[in-house]
């Protein structure tokens, strides 16, 4: 594993990723740390009854009007998600609204995770029926 700090878990793309001998995939060290992002930005706050507080509250936000005051609202809400990750490094996140219109939000993030030097890059878009959560650049 190359940061045992960012852990293994199983490989998720909307499903378990199954390998050809029936096994389940995994991830681990950075590409770990990074599906636990989306999995984090793609739930709801309070979707999961045991850990209310895992994830965003973003769907108040989908159809409201593009604001100052919502605008920073929604850079607090995410920054404040990725950073409740205790593999962030505290301080790092980053986050600007860079598109809103009554159907989508498009988010630029940067963050930091544990003993890795370069920065997390993320495209963040948030729509009526689809969350999206892109790595740019590591």
């Not at 995770?113 to 650049?137: E, K, M, R, W, Y």
């Amino acid at each position: 594993m190359s940061n045992p700090v960012l852990g293994r878990d199983l490989a998720l793309d909307d499903d378990f990723v199954l390998l050809p001998g029936g096994d389940v995939a995994t991830r681990e060290g950075l590409d770990n740390f990074v599906q636990a992002l989306r999995v984090r930005l793609s739930t709801e706050k309070g979707e999961l009854w045991s850990h209310p507080t895992f994830g965003v509250r973003m769907r108040r936000f989908v159809k409201a009007a593009n604001t100052p005051l919502n605008r920073m609202d929604v850079e607090v809400e995410v920054a404040d998600a990725i950073e409740s990750d205790p593999r962030t490094v505290p301080g790092s996140a980053t986050v600007r609204v860079v598109e809103w219109d009554l159907k989508r939000i498009v988010l630029e993030a940067t963050c930091r995770a544990v003993g890795i030097s370069n920065p997390i890059n993320l495209v963040i878009g948030f729509g009526l029926d689809q969350i999206t959560v892109d790595v740019v650049f590591r």
